[in-house]
């Protein structure tokens, strides 16, 4: 890619301003982390991220400012009733009208509690663009080219143990099912596509951001995700927190009770993070990397005022991020079934796996319209209105090594480096297997 080297430089780049912002950026996430221990509000962001709320807490409003014009409305109840029933999310329209009734009746803040509760469990509106989908998502398009080979293609199992850089037995006492280790020549291709990535974003216009990985539940739903169904964790004073599962939540957590002028948007962040997944899968396809509990993510978070333009642009920048890469890729507009709450269309970039046989997403780009805004406090400053919001993948590394690997492996098992990536590693071209093998021995506890 054109200039790579040199964008990348920026992300190290030693002028005074640099050093500053990241100093400053280390100062906010240490008070970041102090704040969320103890339950007080985010008055601390530069106005960079707009100006800061006005009350104490989690900067969140006490109850997201619904849009209770459409939800109540009798004439829509048919049409939530078939989004949820498209989506197999939770909520019950006629139960959140029965309870908003019983609000008015009584008054009393026991109704409104069990009212909110139940109406924000509702995800948000479909796309007219996604309404029409059923069961199986659209195919956009496609780029790049299928990779032929001279020899039966191998799964990044055994390319990853060839190449001593790929392991997942012997890690149940160190990190449960599912761990794995990454290490060699794998790992330096992991480093190098962040780097990549990352020198992409800057060049995008994306700041970059470091957030939390523990999350109160509250910042967890506002972003639409159901908090009981996070890997819990404990503070030290033992107040609950949430692993997260994407910096998207972080992200929203760092904006929560904004308020932005027009002329500061869209406003483009790029966050780093492990991201941590309860969901499994026994099905022999998805084993070894393909699905795990834990991995390193690039994440894009925007916000604007026309979430459908913002995931536009977000697949343009994931297209320019893959295309380089030498993937042959198809873009697919997935169907209500594969949307999450907060999502009123979702586009999915997903890479041909020769050694497993099939496409495997590798992104996922989400318009989420005010649905995230209206629940993390978001407004407008000229006048009080929700912005819109959209996120979206840059980096999954542990699927982009897959397709990686599995696409430019070559027959004595070594892989070939994709240029741009090559140029992060120095000129190196191929991965080999060490000449002097990494030994790890694991203590067993007794």
Not at 201 to 213: I, K
Not at 293 to 309: A, D, I, L, Q, R
Request: glycine letters at 10%.
């Amino acid at each position: 890619m054109e200039g790579l080297v040199g964008l990348s430089s920026r992300i190290f780049d030693d002028s005074r301003q640099t050093r500053r912002a990241t100093l400053q950026m280390t100062w906010l996430q240490l008070r970041y982390l102090l704040q969320m221990q103890r339950g007080r509000g985010f008055g601390f962001l530069s106005r960079a991220f707009g100006s800061k709320p006005t009350a104490g807490g989690l900067a969140l409003p006490e109850e997201p400012d619904l849009d209770l014009e459409y939800v109540l409305e009798p004439g829509n109840a048919e049409e939530i009733t078939e989004n949820i029933r498209a989506r197999k999310e939770r909520g019950d329209i006629r139960e959140v009208t029965g309870l908003y009734e019983r609000w008015q009746r009584t008054k009393d803040e026991a109704s409104r509690d069990a009212f909110y509760a139940e109406a924000k469990l509702l995800p948000n509106r479909l796309s007219p663009r996604v309404s029409h989908l059923t069961d199986e998502p659209e195919v956009l398009e496609s780029f790049g080219g299928k990779p032929e080979f001279a020899f039966a293609p191998k799964r990044f199992e055994e390319i990853g143990k060839k190449l001593d850089g790929f392991r997942t037995d012997s890690l149940g006492k160190v990190s449960g099912q599912r761990a794995h280790v990454i290490r060699g020549s794998l790992a330096l291709l992991e480093w190098a596509l962040l780097q990549y990535s990352l020198a992409v974003l800057r060049a995008e216009g994306f700041s970059l951001v470091s957030v939390p990985d523990l999350l109160h539940p509250r910042i967890v739903e506002a972003c639409g995700f159901p908090a009981d169904l996070q890997r819990g964790q404990a503070r030290p004073d033992s107040s609950p927190v949430c692993l997260s599962g994407t910096s998207e939540m972080g992200i929203g957590g760092l904006l929560a009770g904004r308020v932005f002028s027009r002329e500061d948007l869209p406003l483009r962040l790029a966050a780093v993070s492990r991201c941590f997944r309860a969901e499994v899968s026994d099905t022999h396809a998805e084993r070894g990397l393909y699905r795990v509990h834990h991995f390193t993510k690039v994440e894009m978070f925007c916000v604007g005022e026309n979430s459908g333009e913002i995931l536009e642009e977000l697949v343009r920048i994931q297209k320019r991020l893959f295309e380089p890469l030498g993937l042959w890729c198809r873009v697919l507009r997935m169907p209500p079934s594969d949307l999450g709450p907060s999502a009123a269309e979702k586009i999915d970039v997903e890479a041909w796996m020769p050694g497993h046989g099939f496409f495997g997403e590798i992104s996922s780009a989400s318009s989420c319209t005010d649905y995230q805004a209206r629940r993390l406090g978001l407004r407008l400053r000229e006048d009080g209105k929700h912005p819109e919001t959209g996120n979206g993948t840059a980096c999954a590394i542990p699927r982009l090594l897959i397709a990686l690997a599995e696409t430019h492996q070559r027959r004595d098992g070594t892989v070939r480096v994709p240029e741009p990536l090559a140029s992060l590693l120095g000129g190196v071209e191929v991965l080999e297997k060490p000449k002097v093998p990494l030994k790890l021995h694991w203590l067993k506890n007794k």
